[in-house]
C-alpha cells in the first residue's frame, strides 16, 4: 500500500475516519473471511469467552445470546498472534 495523500489526511483529521479503497487484496480479504468463518465455527462449542491472550484477557468473546445452533462471536483478541495469515 502507497502513503496516504494530503487529501486523505486532512479528510481524516476532518471527519474523524478514513475508507482507504483496496487497502486489503481480494486474496488477502478472502484468507481473512475464511479464518473468522472457521474462529465462529469453533465457537459452536463454548459458552462463555475462551483462549487466553499473551496478557491473560480471553482471546475469543463471545455475545449474550451466543450458543451452538446462533454463534456470536463478538470478538478475537489479537488475531494475528493465532492466525497464520
Given at each position: 500500500?502507497?502513503?496516504l495523500s494530503r487529501d486523505?489526511?486532512?479528510?481524516?483529521?476532518?471527519d474523524g475516519?478514513?475508507?482507504v479503497e483496496d487497502a486489503v487484496s481480494?486474496?488477502?480479504l478472502s484468507a481473512m473471511r475464511e479464518q473468522f468463518?472457521?474462529?465462529v465455527e469453533e465457537s459452536r462449542q463454548?459458552?462463555?469467552a475462551y483462549g487466553e491472550t499473551l496478557d491473560g484477557r480471553p482471546r475469543f468473546d463471545l455475545e449474550p445470546g451466543h450458543g451452538?445452533?446462533?454463534?456470536?462471536?463478538?470478538?478475537?483478541?489479537?488475531p494475528?498472534?493465532?492466525s497464520a495469515r
Open positions: 500500500m502507497t502513503s486523505q489526511i486532512e479528510r481524516f483529521w476532518r475516519v478514513l475508507t481480494s486474496k488477502l468463518a472457521a474462529w463454548h459458552e462463555a451452538p445452533d446462533a454463534p456470536a462471536l463478538r470478538r478475537v483478541n489479537a494475528a498472534d493465532v
